[in-house]
């Protein structure tokens, strides 16, 4: 019996680190909800100026960086990939909406990103 025991409790401990590592590898993983946009004027994003159109919109983690990326609704293909902060909210967004700032030349400027479903704000990082 003490052996089946102490059989079962090695095994049990040989799992934890395989668990750790797993969890650890995972913790800085994230992606929110995809989300279609429609940007009825040009929009600065980043460097780049998006026409009017529709855009899917995602906030994405790539190493230890967070990223706005921006898709062509249509083909999914990458139009801009921006640096974003996540600031938590008090409740969860309801509709999917995104705030601008004129620019001295008159042009939008994205300035953060709230998806429907999060409960967290995605603010751009801007130079």
Known sequence: MK???AAFALVAL???PARAIAQASHDHLYASPKTTVNVS????????TLKPGDYKFQCRTF????????????????I????????????VVTE???RTLARADGQRILVNVRIK???VVHNLVID
């Open 3 to 5: 052996k089946l025991f």
């Open 63 to 78: 190493g230890d960086q967070t990223f706005l990326v921006i898709t062509n609704a249509d083909t999914g293909k990458e």
């Open 80 to 91: 801009v990939r921006v640096p974003c902060v996540r600031e938590t909210l008090d409740g």
């Open 96 to 98: 999917t909406e995104f």
């Open 14 to 16: 040989s799992l934890l």
């Open 41 to 48: 004027q040009a929009l600065v994003v980043g460097t780049t």
């Open 117 to 119: 479903g999060e409960s």
